[in-house]
């Protein structure tokens, strides 16, 4: 385990590291931080390369010895001054645990949904814009069973700092492809994939939810926190479903009603199996 004490602000080491608060530096960089002692752990065991982790050297000691020595056998680990870190990170750091990860090179909707196999189920996330409500929307995915996120052009990174603490590192272990044709692509996948969307919406054409059967395959289309789905998207979904309000509520926060969503289609509604030719093959 390389440990590498470091007291300079301007050591190169700590560069990914520095201004967090500031937007978010490292969606164009290739790389992305993870804060937190259970977000970095689930990083460490996951797949990602991880650049290198920062303790602080208040909290190195205790957090070491109780990793598993295979997390960081080839990780460089920074120690640095708890009054060091906080100029650095630009705020007050008391979680004194972070990690800087490399991500994956980017896939398509095509590439994801071919990979979907256990429940084949999708969330499509047109434009998602605040990383609260992603990162909630990532976490109830992780936990109900979802195969996979895909992140049109409007949604905010998925690997900000911001999300991954809310989502408790879910996009680790969870697919979520940010798609700058998300529209175009899911219509081909519908047509010729047998995938059916399903858009989560408020208006008179759509089925309650506790009535609604699901698809084989299933993309679960959501809308913007404020103005919901737009039209072409509304027209482009299969199917509208919405979630009955007691009065006077009129809606509920997109990553609730993505949880009661998911838990329906995922737990509690029957399934109709694909006919022949669903996918694109020919029917005899």
Same mark, same amino acid.
């Given at each position: 385990?390389?440990?590498?004490?470091?007291?300079?602000?301007?050591?190169?080491?700590?560069?990914?590291?520095?201004?967090?608060?500031?937007?978010?530096?490292?969606?164009?960089?290739?790389?992305?931080?993870?804060?937190?002692?259970?977000?970095?752990?689930?990083?460490?065991?996951?797949?990602?390369?991880?650049?290198?982790?920062?303790?602080?050297?208040?909290?190195?000691?205790?957090?070491?010895?109780?990793?598993?020595?295979?997390?960081?056998?080839?990780?460089?680990?920074?120690?640095?001054?708890?009054?060091?870190?906080?100029?650095?990170?630009?705020?007050?750091?008391?979680?004194?645990?972070?990690?800087?990860?490399?991500?994956?090179?980017?896939?398509?909707?095509?590439?994801?949904?071919?990979?979907?196999?256990?429940?084949?189920?999708?969330?499509?996330?047109?434009?998602?814009?605040?990383?609260?409500?992603?990162?909630?929307?990532?976490?109830?995915?992780?936990?109900?069973?979802?195969?996979?996120?895909?992140?049109?052009?409007?949604?905010?990174?998925?690997?900000?700092?911001?999300?991954?603490?809310?989502?408790?590192?879910?996009?680790?272990?969870?697919?979520?492809? &940010?798609?700058?044709? +998300?529209? @175009? $692509?899911?219509?081909? *996948?519908? %047509?010729?994939?047998?995938?059916?969307?399903? #858009? !989560?919406?408020?208006?008179?054409?759509?089925?309650?939810?506790?009535?609604?059967?699901?698809?084989?395959?299933?993309?679960?289309?959501?809308?913007? &926190?404020?103005?919901? +789905?737009? @039209? $072409?998207?509304?027209? *482009?979904? %299969?199917?509208?479903?919405?979630?009955?309000? #007691? !009065?006077?509520?009129?809606?509920?926060?997109?990553?609730?009603?993505?949880?009661?969503?998911?838990?329906?289609?995922?737990?509690?509604?029957?399934?109709?199996?694909?006919?022949?030719? @669903? $996918?694109?093959?020919?029917?005899?």
């Amino acid at each position: 385990m390389p440990l590498e004490l470091v007291t300079a602000i301007d050591d190169p080491r700590l560069a990914p590291y520095a201004n967090l608060r500031q937007t978010n530096l490292t969606r164009w960089s290739g790389l992305f931080i993870a804060e937190g002692r259970r977000v970095v752990e689930r990083l460490l065991a996951s797949e990602f390369h991880v650049e290198s982790v920062l303790l602080s050297d208040r909290r190195h000691e205790t957090v070491l010895a109780e990793w598993p020595a295979e997390w960081v056998a080839d990780v460089p680990v920074l120690i640095v001054p708890q009054r060091l870190v906080e100029v650095l990170v630009g705020y007050n750091f008391h979680a004194g645990v972070l990690a800087c990860g490399r991500r994956f090179e980017p896939f398509g909707v095509a590439e994801t949904l071919a990979i979907c196999r256990r429940s084949h189920t999708v969330v499509a996330c047109p434009r998602i814009t605040g990383p609260d409500n992603l990162g909630s929307i990532l976490r109830n995915c992780a936990a109900l069973g979802v195969d996979a996120v895909l992140l049109g052009p409007g949604s905010c990174d998925p690997f900000s700092r911001r999300v991954l603490r809310v989502s408790m590192g879910a996009p680790f272990s969870l697919p979520v492809a &940010e798609c700058p044709t +998300l529209f @175009d $692509d899911l219509i081909s *996948a519908r %047509d010729a994939g047998g995938w059916q969307l399903i #858009a !989560a919406a408020i208006d008179g054409e759509a089925e309650p939810l506790a009535e609604a059967i699901r698809p084989e395959r299933i993309v679960l289309v959501l809308g913007n &926190e404020a103005e919901g +789905l737009d @039209d $072409d998207w509304l027209a *482009a979904c %299969d199917r509208r479903v919405m979630i009955p309000m #007691a !009065a006077p509520g009129d809606s509920l926060n997109v990553a609730v009603a993505c949880g009661v969503m998911l838990h329906h289609f995922l737990w509690m509604a029957p399934v109709v199996p694909r006919r022949a030719g @669903d $996918d694109g093959s020919a029917v005899d």
